[in-house]
């Protein structure tokens, strides 16, 4: 048995993912797979330091990560036409002065943010303060910021804390390019090898066609997950961000993983990417007949 860390977010959309490696509903052979959930902002920290072999990551944090990484093809979260939401107490509020509470620098949210207020209001400088995804909305109910960038649920459940949505960032960037926002993909450690990494590509991607294929438990099991979503709310949030993107990229896809990382570079935000590579899902993989179904070890991190 080969054990693998496999790092992804405690919401919705990555548990329905993946629900087929955690449940032990397919075969995956010789690999063991340890489930280690925490927000994005944290997972992105982690591949940083190389500690995770398998993760998903934000796109904005892949020119951090591209020596030791390589991007896979399949599980990426692409709002075509929708994405991160910034949010406020009104929708007259203006970026610039407020306190914008967001996700993580590191995010794809961040990156985008910033992309936006350099087209609306060139030369102001943002004023961001890091909060916990699930508590963003809450902070800036309470007026602890005057703005917040809202990711996962909370987009669908901002109403709740007595919001308004001031822009919808994937809603722009599609105006903007005419390509869906891609926010977070997977990613898997290079050192793992050539054929590790095809066969780990393989086996996400036969995740995702089993939850797709099996959505009443895959559901099921990523409402766990939803912090308050109703069961109809959790199907509405994994259709949003478990899509035909997410199968695979594609050449649009690609293009607008690459034309993000390009706009943060030429912005000064991210450094340039020399290579954009994606693994492909390996050929004839070989992966036994039942032994060595995974045991979920899940070990949360806020």
Known sequence: MRTITL????????AFMFYALASGAIDTGVYQFVHELGDIETLNRRAMARELELTAVSFAAYPYLAADYQLLGCGASVGPGYGPLLVGRSREIELEGATIAIPGQSTTAALALHLYAAQVAPGIELKTRVVPFDRIAETVAGGGAELGLLIHEGQLTYRADGLEAVVDLGRWWG???????????????????????ADLADLLKRSIEYALAHRAPALAHAELFGRGLRPAETDRFVSMYVNEWTIDLGERGRRAVGLLLERGHAAGLVPAVKELDFAAPGRGIQLGSGAGLPRAQEEVER
Not at 7 to 14: I, L, Q
Not at 175 to 197: C, H, K, S, Y
């Open 175 to 197: 105006e903007e390019t005419g390509l869906p926002l891609p926010l977070g993909g997977n990613a898997v450690r290079r050192d793992l090898g050539l054929q590790v990494i």
């Open 7 to 14: 790092g992804h977010s405690p919401d919705p959309d990555d």
